[in-house]
């Protein structure tokens, strides 16, 4: 006869203390996976921003060396911009949506947050919001490149960079890091970042098409904007839990 296998409380014991180890390690290296993405992510941001700020000072030294008037390839896209068949109506209103409409988009994503009780977060986006805003305000004193003559619309200080770019990138910008706190869909994330890219795009446009900046302002917004969207990203990436995407 065979013997039966042992069973008991001491089995039963062993077996749960196994089944307990085996899951704590799972975790751990789970916890260890997680952590390693975020450090890449956040490494990732980072050159991101450095390499954006890089290049966004590059075209102030060539603005500053080079005097008023449009520089590199400005003469070009503003003629295939303006030459557009788009309405003024269609430019003003993008433009508006990179203006005024940023008040509200900067309270949507703190009251975002706020809801979510993520207070730290918030207060970021405030303080980095109205770093961005100073910000611009300096740079463009700095600089004192003239606007374009002859604009569509009425814009006042200098031109570089542009402010409607710079804030634009960085509101939705963070608008679309808050959404993708809430958005789990991958689908939905990337409808999101997609949107929020053209709209993006489409504002500054706006700038060149009413005359009230060079492409070379709007790029150098761009830039600045990225700069700071992916340094807030390092920073999520790095000190709040990132939520797990569902396919």
């Known amino acids: 006869m065979t013997p039966s296998p042992r069973t008991g409380p001491r089995a039963?014991?062993?077996?749960?203390?196994?089944?307990h180890g085996l899951r704590r390690q799972s975790a751990y290296h789970r916890l260890v996976e997680q952590q390693a993405i975020r450090s890449s992510n956040s490494q990732a941001a980072i050159a991101l921003a450095l390499g954006s700020a890089l290049l966004a000072v590059l075209l102030a030294l060539v603005v500053v060396a080079h005097g008023p008037g449009p520089v590199l390839f400005d003469a070009w896209v503003i003629d295939v911009v303006q030459g557009l068949h788009v309405a003024r109506s269609v430019w003003e209103a993008l433009s508006w949506t990179g203006g005024p409409l940023l008040v509200c988009i900067d309270v949507l994503a703190v009251v975002l947050l706020i809801r979510r009780r993520e207070f730290a977060l918030a207060l970021l986006l405030v303080g980095v919001l109205l770093a961005v805003v100073v910000g611009v305000a300096v740079?463009?004193?700095v600089v004192e490149r003239p606007r374009p003559a002859d604009p569509l619309v009425y814009?006042?200080?200098y031109s570089f960079p542009s402010g409607h770019a710079t804030e634009s990138m960085a509101a939705y910008g963070l608008l679309a890091i808050v959404l993708c706190r809430i958005v789990l869909g991958a689908r939905a994330r990337?409808?999101?970042g997609l949107g929020i890219t053209g709209l993006v795009l489409l504002i500054g446009c706006s700038r060149v098409a009413l005359g009230v900046h060079y492409p070379t302002d709007v790029l150098a917004g761009w830039l600045i904007g990225i700069a700071v969207v992916a340094v807030v990203a390092a920073a999520v990436a790095r000190l709040w839990p990132w939520p797990r995407?569902?396919?």
């Open 139 to 141: 740079i463009k004193d």
């Open 190 to 192: 990337l409808a999101i």
């Open 245 to 247: 995407v569902v396919p």
């Open 12 to 19: 039963d014991s062993t077996s749960s203390t196994r089944v």
């Open 155 to 157: 814009a006042s200080g």
